[in-house]
């Protein structure tokens, strides 16, 4: 899977000859996102993105669609601003539609949001995750975490953000 995922989002970035259009390409970009981004070293999965993102079809997308990109990229260099920003208007654009992809941006978001050290937007948030971007019975472990991360019962005062200062790998 990750390899034709990986086949088709290179022949997307770098042939527009037989462009099967973004919500086509959407799925497999999200692979390759879910593979890369964990994985990669922030520089090293910045660049992947960039490559795309220059790309022909990449460069003809409306804004909307661009942002997608801009939010891998962020991810990959756990660059939480970006990820907060590209996430909420992808989430803003996409209210009620609940998929792998509104799931990805959630996730992104939510977590940049606790990064950030902003709990409460970020409660705010989980609170309307299952109305509107995560599918029934999907990413329960990832909501319990954001929950436990988030909840201000269990931060002591004064406590960094559950990302504040880790490393890159």
């Known amino acids: 899977m990750r390899e034709l995922a990986g086949r088709a989002v290179r022949s997307w970035a770098t042939s527009c000859r037989d462009d099967p259009g973004f919500e086509r390409i959407l799925p497999a970009l999200l ?76 996730l992104a978001t939510a977590t940049a949001l606790a990064c950030r050290g902003d709990a409460a937007a970020a409660r705010r948030l989980l609170a309307d995750a299952r109305a509107y971007w995560v599918r029934d019975g999907q990413r329960a472990t990832e909501l319990r975490l954001l929950e436990a991360v988030t909840n201000p019962e269990l931060s002591r005062p004064g406590a960094r953000p559950p990302c504040a200062g880790a490393p890159h790998s």
């Open 31 to 106: 692979v390759v996102a879910e593979a890369v981004n964990p994985h990669l070293h922030p520089e090293t999965a910045a660049q992947v993105w960039r490559v795309a993102a220059d790309s022909p079809c990449a460069k003809a997308l409306p804004e909307g669609e661009r942002r997608w990109l801009e939010l891998f990229r962020a991810v990959g260099q756990r660059d939480a601003e970006g990820m907060a920003s590209r996430g909420a208007a992808i989430l803003q654009d996409a209210r009620g539609i609940r998929s792998v992809a509104t799931e990805y941006a959630f």
